[in-house]
Nanobody
């Protein structure tokens, strides 16, 4: 089973940026769907962004609260998945994890649709 390793988290001030990276343990960019999720203390894991293949190319989707601020991308040659996070807010504080293994017909916003996960990287936004 594919394993992911995230990096790039840290402690930053509100309004600044971070870029999270995720590398796969094997060449898995045949995966049709890859996503980022986050989990804040005391809360359930929630969808952040997903990138999926389509007949017209790659499609991206974001949760409403991060639209216009976050951007998901992948680099097939490097076996990497990224999450660029700009204009960070206090509410973005969470452990961020990348995931794969969901089928195109599944609910891509549900963490239960994904089979492979990384261990997560902590993002803390301070005022």
């Amino acid at each position: 089973q594919v394993q992911w390793v995230e990096s790039g988290g840290g402690l930053v001030q509100a309004g600044t940026s971070l870029r999270l990276s995720c590398v796969a343990s094997e060449r898995t960019f045949s995966a049709a769907v890859m996503g980022w999720f986050r989990q804040a203390p005391g809360k359930e894991r929630e969808f952040v962004a997903v990138i999926r293949q389509s007949q017209s190319g790659e499609l991206t989707f974001y949760r409403d609260s991060v639209k216009g601020r976050f951007s998901i991308a992948k680099d097939n040659a490097k076996n990497m998945l990224y999450l660029q996070m700009d204009s960070l807010k206090l509410d973005d504080t969470a452990v961020y994890s990348c995931a794969s293994g969901a089928s195109l017909s599944s609910d891509l916003g549900s963490p239960y649709s994904y089979k492979s996960w990384g261990q997560g990287t902590q993002v803390t936004v301070s005022s």
